[in-house]
């Protein structure tokens, strides 16, 4: 919980946790990140506001897929695995604005626990748990998600 993702990197700081004037350096950042929450608000204000449509649907998804999984699956591993990651798992999560798909859509593919049929066995998709696979999936979401909100604008 020490940080939101949101695509390419909207604004990030580390710091040591021994340095000595740590605190006054974290009051600094705190006045500055102002302006970094408000471009964060206004790109996520801009998802809610935009309805997707069943092929923009269809893109994010398998932008997720390929993100996870490789380029290499079949068309049929991945129409199935299209269905599932769009699959909502709350009553809450059933609108169709981009930035509910989206998160359907990231939830799905990081918690995993779905079950697909690949090379004639059925198998469970497990969560992902390595950081750095949790940020290039969530980049690639947030990247696409945008760049399909700016098409339609």
Not at 40 to 67: C, F, P, W
Request: proline share 1%.
């Amino acid at each position: 919980m020490n940080g939101c993702i949101a695509g390419e990197a909207l604004y990030s700081r580390a710091y040591k946790h021994v340095a000595p004037d740590l605190m006054q350096q974290i009051m600094l950042e705190l006045e500055d990140i102002q302006q970094h929450i408000h471009a964060l608000d206004q790109r996520v204000s801009r998802m809610k506001q935009h309805i997707t449509n069943i092929g923009e649907r269809i893109l994010l998804a398998d932008a997720a897929i390929y993100s996870r999984f490789g380029e290499d699956r079949s068309a049929s591993y991945v129409a199935n695995m299209r269905g599932k990651l769009l699959l909502t798992r709350r009553v809450d999560d059933e609108a169709d604005d981009m930035y509910t798909v989206m998160n359907v859509i990231q939830e799905n593919v990081l918690r995993g626990g779905m079950h697909v049929v690949s090379n004639n066995s059925v198998r469970r998709v497990n969560s992902i748990s390595a950081v750095g696979k949790t940020l290039s999936i969530n980049q690639t979401l947030w990247q696409t998600a945008e760049e399909i909100v700016a098409k339609a604008a």
